[in-house]
């Protein structure tokens, strides 16, 4: 088996002369690709290893074309030889996404990060119009021009790695007629044709806009080719987990159109209508992405965005009578998520506690004792650094230290599975009161994070109390 970590380390030293510090593998979402935080005296910069050569060019060689277009990608350092490897310019940890998802639902008009992502709508076009520009698209991964062949791949990865292992029932040659109506609508749109030269970024969403000293940068393109600018626009603002509201998604097409009026005259109806044909696409498409990655794959934290995946699908359906089949089997799903998720009233109070080992396991204060306690200490301690003595687990910059190498992910879903039956069974049995408790070393960091997600988590999934104690600090 390849050490890329090694293979790195080499690639660093040939490039800069010197010996990296220190290198850790940073966690890559749902990329197969290996990524990793160097750092040296020379420079920081984030090592890649990916086995698919071709792939690998594609992304080197659309960052070096971004960059001569003065769009802001990161700067490529230094290739291996045998093209498995590359260096490239480390943008820090801190994504758009990442911000979106800590807003709490707050309104756009109140959301601290607005200008980074107004600034990144409005790249989208340039980087379809101004990417497009001499590139070459024969050197595009995996395949050249958006056509007939790849939206039924991603239209069987919705049927085959989704819908089939759902169990629902379907009628398969009315699923195909609603697909055929679908292909119709994206290969026939206004500004689109097999001679349109437009770039199709592919993965333009907020989890591969990174901001660094308040401004943007895109990275993740390597999938990019010739193809509708209508996808990129849907996969950003009907992203599941940015979970956007209806003012908010028109708020940032308003944006985009503004910015694309620099490039070419769009009719503004008619663009929102064939993006509505692109956003439901894009939906089908990743619902089969969560399906592989989570069913297939056994990575659970996929599976957390297939309710609101669902809920996108449900609500643009419900103005698009032309796919009444796909209507039917996503009301299908609604329902079956509900049955499973034991939506009903209950009198069950779950306590969620973060806790310090040094001050003891905290008390059941109702009188029944047990619960859950889930010892946090084999996860990597943000406590040891300076930075963050003085932060909780509910700050950004910690939060953004645990989940950079993606540790705490597969802890996290072991507590999930476990939280699920228990509060499913104590549902059932009509029980009253289940604790569970998170500690860690000083009950600040590592325990906070842990006991805010699962209280997040079972919120989100249950109709139960939940009362979140961090016992160590008073909020």
């Not at 030889?81 to 310019?89: A, F, H, K, M, R």
């Not at 044709?193 to 940068?217: A, C, H, P, W």
């Not at 950004?396 to 509060?423: I, M, R, S």
Request: hydrophobic share 40%; charged share 25%; aromatic share 14%.
């Amino acid at each position: 088996m390849i050490d890329a970590k090694n293979l790195l380390q080499q690639l660093y030293f040939i490039h800069t002369g010197i010996d990296a510090i220190e290198i850790e593998q940073i966690t890559g979402s749902g990329s197969n690709r290996s990524y990793f935080r160097i750092r040296g005296k020379a420079r920081d910069c984030i090592g890649v290893y990916g086995e698919s050569i071709a792939e690998n060019k594609a992304f080197i060689e659309l960052a070096r074309h971004f960059r001569e277009k003065k769009l802001p990608v990161p700067l490529v350092y230094a290739v291996s030889d045998n093209g498995l490897c590359y260096l490239q310019e480390d943008l820090g940890n801190i994504s758009l996404f990442d911000c979106i998802c800590r807003r709490n639902r707050q309104a756009l008009v109140d959301f601290p990060e607005k200008n980074e992502l107004f600034q990144a709508i409005r790249y989208l076009p340039h980087f379809q119009f101004e990417g497009a520009d001499g590139w070459d698209f024969s050197q595009s991964y995996p395949v050249a021009t958006f056509n007939t062949r790849t939206v039924a791949w991603d239209l069987n990865y919705f049927k085959y790695c989704f819908l089939k292992p759902s169990g629902i029932d379907f009628s398969e040659p009315a699923l195909e007629d609603d697909f055929d109506r679908l292909t119709h609508e994206l290969l026939s749109g206004e500004l689109f044709s097999e001679n349109t030269n437009t770039f199709m970024y592919r993965d333009f969403q907020s989890r591969n806009v990174l901001i660094k000293n308040g401004k943007v940068f895109f990275i993740d393109f390597q999938g990019g080719q010739r193809g509708p600018v209508y996808y990129d626009l849907a996969s950003f603002v009907w992203q599941a987990k940015a979970d956007f509201s209806l003012a908010e998604r028109e708020e940032l097409i308003t944006v985009y159109l503004d910015e694309l009026q620099k490039f070419c005259q769009a009719d503004a109806d008619n663009f929102r209508k064939t993006l509505r044909h692109y956003a439901l696409f894009r939906t089908l498409q990743v619902l089969g992405a969560y399906g592989f990655r989570g069913c297939f794959e056994k990575k659970a934290h996929f599976l957390q965005s297939i309710p609101l995946a669902l809920k996108n699908a449900n609500e643009l359906l419900l103005n698009m009578p032309e796919y009444p089949h796909l209507s039917k089997i996503i009301t299908q799903f609604i329902h079956k998520q509900q049955d499973d998720s034991c939506n009903v009233t209950s009198n069950l109070l779950v306590t969620v506690y973060s806790f310090s080992y040094k001050k003891g396991i905290p008390e059941d204060d109702s009188g029944n004792g047990g619960g859950f306690v889930f010892d946090c200490r084999s996860i990597h301690n943000p406590g040891r650094y300076a930075e963050y003595r003085h932060l909780t687990g509910l700050d950004k910059e910690v939060v953004c230290f645990l989940e950079k190498n993606g540790e705490v992910f597969p802890f996290l879903d072991a507590a999930y599975a476990l939280a699920d039956t228990a509060v499913k069974r104590y549902i059932e049995r009509d029980f009253t009161r289940l604790m569970f408790a998170f500690g860690c070393t000083g009950g600040q960091h590592r325990s906070v994070y842990c006991a805010q997600k699962l209280t997040e988590h079972l919120t989100q999934k249950f109709a139960v109390n939940v009362k979140l104690i961090h016992r160590e600090f008073c909020m």
